[in-house]
């Protein structure tokens, strides 16, 4: 019961809080057809954050797939990078794959405020043809020349060897273990990465276009802040 000085539209504001999530409670199971159980509600795959300034920013992040593999860790964060250059067009690319066990791979992608409504597909765009490109063996080879360069830089910037040294880059079982890397080794880790089911976004400086633009993308249910939020 409802009373007051309510209009109609508060009212139905006040149902939809209040009692929206009532339900005829616990019914007794009928005989012969066993009582289904209940599906649990699917987690948010988006999180979108309304805040004013220029540009915008999409992040996509997965958990680590068992143990961790220090070869293929080790190659792919450069691998991506070369990758992004071909297949994300214009976007600022920036993978991240930090050393501790429970810490997710992590894709950034920023742009401008005039590519704003080019982000959300474009990236999903790009995530889909990493999915299906996968790497070449000119790929492999030219961040296995890569990684030993970094290595090789490394005493000339002490803060940096200093942040290797304490993450184990410089252990050298890691250098044997990229060695050993191939192909196959990398593919199947890329598409366990990014599989689409796995992935979680993040959206930052959001509005409501790009919001729309992720839900047709398939990146339901999501949840949005506001900045009062």
């Keep these: 019961m409802l009373y ?3 209009n109609l539209a508060q009212a139905k504001q006040l149902v939809l809080m209040h009692l929206g999530i009532w339900g005829p409670g616990a019914q007794p199971p009928v005989k012969g057809s066993p009582r289904p159980a209940a599906r649990p509600a699917p987690e948010p795959r988006l999180l979108a954050v309304f ?3 220029p540009g915008a920013e999409l992040w996509a992040g997965a958990v680590r797939l068992g143990p961790a593999r220090p070869g293929v860790e080790a190659l792919l964060p450069i691998l991506l990078t070369r990758a992004s250059r071909a297949l994300f067009g214009g976007f600022e690319m ?3 794959l930090p050393p501790e066990g429970g810490t997710p791979l992590v894709i950034q992608a920023k742009v401008a ?3 704003r409504d080019t982000l959300v597909p474009g990236f999903m765009a790009g995530l889909q043809r990493l ?3 996968g790497f070449t063996p000119e790929d492999l080879a030219c961040a296995l020349i ?6 090789v830089a490394l005493p000339l910037h002490p803060e940096a060897l200093l942040r290797e040294s304490l993450d184990g ?3 050298p079982g890691l250098a044997l273990a990229v060695e050993q890397v191939t192909l196959k080794d990398l593919d199947l880790a890329l598409k366990a990465w990014l599989a689409p089911e796995r992935l979680r976004f993040l959206l930052v400086g959001a509005d409501a276009p790009m919001l729309q633009a992720a839900e047709q993308a398939g990146l339901k249910p999501s949840l949005v802040l506001s900045p009062d939020a």
């Design 4 to 6: 007051g000085d309510l």
């Design 169 to 171: 880059r410089l252990e």
């Design 146 to 151: 890569q990684w030993k360069a970094e290595n």
């Design 131 to 133: 999915r299906e490109t």
């Design 94 to 96: 920036t993978f991240r």
């Design 51 to 53: 805040a004013p300034g």
């Design 113 to 115: 405020q005039a590519d």
